[in-house]
């Protein structure tokens, strides 16, 4: 009897430690038990904090690779051994948020407009999660000096709308002269290349992207724009190769160059000449039994060859397999064959050749071929390739990229493809601004003014959102590692005093003259961002509750 009294007891204490622990919030106030057991609840400034400090978390995490001196990230798989062996070295900020893992909802935030941007424009991913993050730091003052949040947002709001009409004003454009829009295409490439790990040889990648960005005429497609990384030389032999480049090989017995030739691109299986009867067996009596089967086999690929034949092409591209026997009666018709082709590369070659894909060849008559100039095998490196010269929608070109190993190859390719990416959203937009902290400083000196003109709270937040803007050009000084505190002060008062093209050179470590040295960016990043970052901003400073659900628990 004892001993069950003592049980029971101790069960009674058990259950009211439980009860206590789970319906006492922080404070030690006792709450009603609303949310299933294993879910919790922050509410009010305590949510609020844990907002604000995942979001700054990550904005500080990506803040040393802003600029043209940023800092490199190595990101390496906790994983299995295999993925231990895969590093990234990179300080594009897209790819450094992509690859992390968190479990703060605020901070996902951030990372979702950081993807937005790299989506939208290609470039200004660290830029837009750095200026949400100081946003949300200026915020978190105005919060501690009882602020209302509504108030911010409002003040913001306002502050925004004056940047952007800012933009507007200060943006150029040079788009009814050729010969002055190719020269800012190949600044806004520069400056984009300047933060990246092709800083050295930008000059000639800056040129390499923009040939390949105008020989698109406006259309913007990407997909006629082929990277091709081979390891081996330095990334200052990387070239533009006129056409498309398809890294197969032209099968055996082939002629190696076709002038002019007839192109039927096709996704058809050609290797029905091994027998394939899946999950079925067939009883033979004699090995003529086997012959005849393997015999029908036969004429049933050579009645589908003679239907490709009947095309009259002078090459066959096949994304499938193509077994001996097809090829060889193909080869032996004068037909190139490349075969293994894979989707990417039929979808390509079918835009840039002018070709329809067929997968049955009954009417040859309405089947639309491609052509092109030439094709024909060359070596890259150590590598056989074909090149397809002359295409008939002659936008396509294949940008070949050289080095001295796959992580530099890899990161020179994220480079690039920013780089591209930026000049299609300037050729769309065609208008640019001047770099080097000069769009950040005029925006803050014209959201200043506003400041000076509204009553209130709305006032402050104002000017904290002049001082957050500020703050991005002092990152980059800082990580360049000069004093931040003068020069930024020092362009202050340079484009206060009338000089507008004023920037920050982060060669000398001085304020200079942005369109003396040709450091211009496309106004359509500088917008997206600025935009993207107030919005996340504000809906990070609008959360007063978190709620953690607990899973719905299986049945066993």
């Known amino acids: 009897a004892a001993t069950n009294s003592a049980l029971n007891k101790t069960e009674k ?52 690779t802003l600029g043209p001196k940023g800092m490199d990230k190595i990101l390496q798989s906790m994983g299995d051994e295999h993925a231990r062996k895969t590093i990234t070295v990179t300080n594009d900020g897209a790819t450094i948020l992509k690859s992390i893992y968190i479990d703060n909802p605020a901070a996902k935030i951030l990372i979702d407009i950081s993807k937005t941007q790299d989506e939208e424009v290609g470039d200004g991913t660290t830029t837009v999660a750095v200026m949400a993050g100081e946003l949300l730091k200026e915020a978190e003052k105005l919060v501690a000096q009882k602020i209302h949040p509504q108030i911010i947002i409002k003040g913001w709001r306002k ?68 990277i091709i990384k081979k390891p081996g030389g330095t990334l200052g032999d990387s070239f533009i190769a006129d056409g498309m480049i398809l890294e197969k090989s032209i099968s055996v017995g082939c002629e190696r160059r076709v002038e002019n030739p007839r192109v039927l691109i096709a996704n058809t299986p050609m290797d029905h000449d091994k027998i394939k009867i899946m999950g079925s067996k067939v009883k033979v009596d004699s090995m003529t039994a086997i012959a005849e089967i393997e015999e029908a086999e036969k004429k049933k690929m050579k009645a589908k060859v003679d239907k490709i034949l009947a095309h009259r092409p002078n090459v066959f591209i096949n994304r499938q397999l193509i077994y001996n026997y097809p090829e060889q009666l193909m080869a032996d018709a004068g037909v190139m064959v490349i075969e293994h082709a894979d989707f990417d590369g039929i979808e390509r ?57 796959a992580h530099i190859l890899d990161e020179a390719e994220r480079s690039l493809h920013d780089a591209i990416c930026v000049l299609i959203a300037a050729v769309k937009n065609h208008r640019i601004l001047y770099g080097g902290g000069n769009a950040e400083m005029r925006m803050s000196l014209a959201v200043d003014d ?22 991005l050009p002092t990152i980059i000084c800082d990580n360049a ?36 040295m ?37 049945q066993q």
């Open 13 to 64: 204490n058990n259950t009211t430690s439980k009860m206590v622990s789970t319906e006492m919030d922080m404070v030690g106030n006792v709450l009603p038990q609303i949310l299933m057991e294993g879910a919790s609840e922050d509410k009010g400034e305590l949510a609020r904090l844990q907002s604000f400090v995942g979001a700054i978390a990550i904005a500080d995490l990506v803040k040393t």
């Open 159 to 226: 502050a925004r709308d004056t940047a952007r009409k800012v933009l507007e004003e200060i943006a150029m454009d040079n788009s009814d002269n050729a010969e002055a829009f190719e020269q800012d295409l190949r600044n806004i490439a520069m400056t984009t290349l300047s933060s990246k790990l092709l800083l050295h040889d930008r000059q000639a990648f800056a040129e390499l992207a923009v040939k390949a960005v105008l020989r698109l005429k406006g259309s913007g497609n990407l997909d006629y724009i082929k």
């Open 349 to 405: 070659l079918s835009a840039v050749l002018g070709s329809d894909i067929l997968s049955t060849f009954d009417d040859p008559e309405g089947a639309v071929l491609g052509t092109c100039d030439s094709i024909e095998e060359i070596m890259i490196g150590e590598d056989k390739v074909i090149r397809f010269n002359g295409c008939q929608r002659n936008e396509a070109c294949t940008i070949v990229l050289r080095g001295s190993g």
């Open 450 to 471: 506003l400041a000076r003109t509204l009553s209130g709270k709305q006032a402050i937040a104002c000017e904290a959102f002049a001082r957050a803007l500020r703050q």
């Open 481 to 516: 590692g000069y004093d931040s505190a003068e020069l930024v002060s020092n362009l202050r008062s340079a484009v206060h005093g009338g000089a507008i093209s004023s920037g920050l050179d982060m060669f000398k470590g001085e304020v200079g003259d942005m369109a003396a």
């Open 518 to 554: 040709g450091v211009t960016e496309a106004y359509r990043v500088k917008e997206q961002a600025v935009i993207s970052a107030t919005e996340a901003a504000e809906m990070i400073l609008r959360v007063d509750d978190i709620v953690r659900c607990a899973p719905r628990q299986r």
